[in-house]
């Protein structure tokens, strides 16, 4: 890692952190020298990225301080959140992670929430435009593996200088053909996971054990079901294994709602299989109880990982192995982002959580 690169993340942190908040001086150049044993014009290099970006401000013949991104008196401090659910999972702790951090900022916050429907969320774009009263959006994207019939809003909310930021997913349509070494380009930025290495993560972790016969359930409309199959894929290649379609399952969000019908494939698919990866934690507890209604434990008889981390992975029998969901903290980063964005158009928002797996002993090794 450069020299500069090390300051700018060492910074980075103490503003995340709260070690350095808005209006907060930062060591001078020269104690940043001493401390990360560096030329002075390694330390300028990297304070003026973090200036460029919008993180610092220099003013001469003082110093070089945390921009204060406060809401300024005269500006529009209200911010629509536009999620898919809020009562359960996940979504409380995403949510709470966004108001405390726009409140801290002196922001208040509008909640919407479209049940996965793109009419509805239709709907609260069209209100969002014909009130013209926020001063941006953070939008959770509804079953973003399928093209979104609602790009022409988000291109007019984008006309209007209202600044968008997608969570938890993105639109590949308005994602402007982000780059994840370069941050977003000429499109819509998102925070979330990195849902592709996250699933390469929960697989390699079967593979590791000696698993070869690996299924999947996986969500087809959402763009995260996408992503983890990637991430699977690149696993099993690894290991020079072919993807077999009999053991993949794809379900959609109404199947989820109601199971009956999907049961048999479950059971069909899997039944040869020694380990199975789920697409996040709803589909694990579901998997559970129809391999239960079987006879078929976990792990004696078939291992199994999952994603998110929710309650539901400590809740179940056994407890399951899963790649944790940032929640709270991918709330509190979308929030600073769209601040950001708000203050500084060209700041590169997009930012994807990478974690690991948290073991809890549902994968044998064999």
Same mark, same amino acid.
């Given at each position: ?38 030329? /002075?014009? &390694? ?5 003026? *990225?973090?200036?460029? +970006? ?71 774009? &069209? ?5 013209? $009263?926020?001063?941006? *959006?953070?939008? $959770?994207?509804? /079953? ?36 994840? +070494? ?39 409309? =959402? ?14 290649? $690894? ?20 199971? $009956?019908? *999907? ?5 069909? /698919? ?23 209604? =079987?006879? /078929? ?11 998110? =981390? ?10 399951? =192995? ?45």
């Amino acid at each position: 890692m450069p020299k500069y690169q090390e300051v700018i993340d060492w910074i980075g942190k103490q503003v995340s952190s709260g070690k350095l908040g808005p209006g907060d001086k930062i060591p001078s150049e020269n104690d940043l020298c001493v401390q990360f044993n560096i030329s /002075r014009q &390694t330390a300028r290099h990297a304070i003026g *990225i973090l200036v460029q +970006e919008g993180i610092l401000t220099a003013e001469r013949g003082s110093g070089t301080y945390v921009t204060d991104e406060r809401v300024g008196s005269g500006e529009r401090s209200r911010i629509a959140v536009i999620t898919t659910y809020v009562d359960s999972y996940i979504f409380p702790k995403t949510i709470q992670g966004i108001e405390s951090k726009l409140r801290e900022l002196g922001y208040s916050v509008q909640l919407f929430f479209t049940n996965n429907s793109s009419v509805r969320e239709r709907e609260i774009l &069209t209100e969002i435009i014909s009130r013209d $009263e926020v001063a941006g *959006i953070i939008l $959770e994207p509804t /079953r973003s593996a399928l093209p979104n019939p609602n790009t022409d809003l988000l291109a007019r909310i984008s006309a209007m200088n209202i600044p968008i930021l997608f969570m938890n997913s993105y639109y590949p349509e308005m994602s402007g053909g982000w780059n994840p +070494e370069a941050g977003n380009i000429n499109g819509i930025p998102h925070v979330s996971m990195n849902d592709k290495k996250s699933a390469y993560k929960a697989v390699r972790s079967l593979l590791d054990k000696g698993h070869r016969k690996i299924g999947c359930v996986l969500k087809m409309d =959402d763009r995260q079901g996408l992503d983890r199959y990637s991430g699977y894929l690149e696993a099993i290649s $690894e290991e020079n294994l072919a993807p077999d379609d009999s053991k993949i399952i794809w379900l959609d969000t109404e199947d989820l709602k109601k199971q $009956e019908h *999907i049961r048999e494939k479950i059971r069909d /698919r899997l039944s040869d299989c020694t380990a199975v990866f789920c697409y996040n934690d709803e589909v694990a507890a579901i998997v559970i109880q129809i391999l239960d209604e =079987d006879k /078929r434990s976990i792990p004696e008889d078939i291992s199994l990982v999952s994603m998110d =981390d929710s309650d539901l992975a400590k809740l179940t029998r056994p407890p399951i =192995d899963s790649i944790p969901h940032p929640k709270e903290k991918l709330g509190e980063r979308a929030a600073e982002n769209l601040v950001r964005l708000i203050h500084h158009p060209g700041f590169l928002a997009t930012y994807e959580f990478e974690e690991e797996i948290t073991v809890r002993g549902s994968v044998r090794e064999i």
